[in-house]
């Protein structure tokens, strides 16, 4: 398959999904772009720009913008997707009859689904026939979409199992200011991506409760052991946790002001109620609907995540971030590297 003449789909135009799809126009690809809101496909269409999700950012004019999913699918070599986690099994159920024989399925997508547990791959692998299943990758690391969209110099890795699918991403990807690594790593790099944005969350708390940099550092630190922890056990590379979609993400979403996740959990640390500050959010925060998952992931397999834990518990029981905190902090006392040996 030759990269420079690729056919591209890009489903999904939040800020990330409509960055990364300006991103490849900018290369000179003809990108179709799935929008679900008809007037923000309008928008695009018309001034190219994503008032609602990417303002003030020009994109690309070799950005097709369209309502039509089975459209934006068919006959493309590469379909990136880039939806919410929740939605993403509907998403593909809803276009996986539409894929071309030839196309490789890229999830740009960080989450792990409430219900079953798994990663975005792991629910395309659930959705998708069988001749797929060897054609998905991941695209992750640290990475916000209005900095991406305004061409600051970013890093991240693509995985896949098939390391002809991740050279042929990073190639389709890469520029002189988005550099793109590979990795066969998948459920490391997907696992990574999802647990920092509960941790993120953790981290916004701490900011919104003024308990400074101290806290912060220690938080990313034993959010990261969570990370890995976790990752070890169902599988993964602990040497990726160490990588862009480990380390590198955690540290960003952690600290950025631009991190809806972090942007939550400071608002929570100041007092106000989850469902006011979502109701006030145009774009998803991943990490809400992710701590249920992790929270319970964690239970089933029985690794110990109590930053995860009592993210969950500010969130869905009523805990208090305070409370949380003296709670964490008084935990018994043991080996710092109790898991690594």
């Known amino acids: ?111 792990i689904e409430n219900k079953t547990h798994l990663t975005m791959t792991g629910v395309l692998k659930d959705v998708l026939p069988g001749t797929f299943k060897n054609r998905l990758a991941v695209l992750s690391g640290p990475s916000f979409g209005k900095e991406v969209a305004k061409k600051v110099p970013t890093v991240v890795t693509a995985a896949s199992a098939d390391p002809e699918v991740a050279v042929f991403v990073q190639n389709v990807f890469v520029t002189p200011f988005f550099r793109v690594y590979t990795n066969d790593d998948v459920m490391g790099v997907e696992l990574g991506g999802a647990v920092k944005n509960v941790i993120a969350i953790a981290s916004g708390i701490i900011d919104g409760l003024g308990l400074g940099l101290n806290t912060r550092a220690a938080l990313i630190t034993r959010g990261l052991a969570e990370m890995r922890r976790l990752g070890i056990k169902l599988g993964a590379n602990p040497h990726t946790f160490a990588g862009l979609a480990g380390m590198g993400d955690l540290v960003l979403t952690c600290t950025g002001s631009l991190s809806r996740n972090h942007t939550v959990g400071k608002l929570i640390g100041e007092g106000k109620k989850l469902g006011e500050i979502l109701s006030d959010m145009n774009m998803v925060a991943e990490g809400v609907k992710t701590a249920k998952s992790v929270r319970n992931l964690s239970l089933r397999v029985g690794v110990e995540m109590p930053i995860s834990h009592a993210v969950y518990g500010i969130l869905y029981e009523d805990l208090s971030p305070r409370d949380a905190v003296f709670q964490l902090m008084t935990r018994d006392l043991k080996d710092e590297l109790d898991d690594l040996r």
Not at 5 to 33: F, Q
Not at 37 to 42: A, D, F, G, L, M
Not at 73 to 96: G, I, Q, Y
Request: proline share 3%; glycine share 8%.
């Open 1 to 111: 398959m030759d990269v420079d003449s690729a056919k591209i789909g890009v489903v999904g135009a939040g800020s990330w999904g409509t960055a990364l799809a300006s991103l490849l126009g900018m290369k000179g690809y003809d990108v179709k772009l799935w929008v679900y809101e008809r007037q923000v496909k309008e928008c695009i269409a018309e001034t190219h720009e994503n008032k609602l999700f990417l303002p003030g950012i020009a994109l690309s004019e070799n950005i097709d913008p369209s309502n039509d999913l089975a459209g934006v699918v068919s006959d493309k070599d590469l379909v990136l997707v880039v939806v919410p986690s929740h939605v993403m099994r509907e998403t593909a159920e809803n276009f996986f009859k539409y894929l071309s024989d030839r196309s490789i399925i890229v999830s740009a997508s960080k989450g």
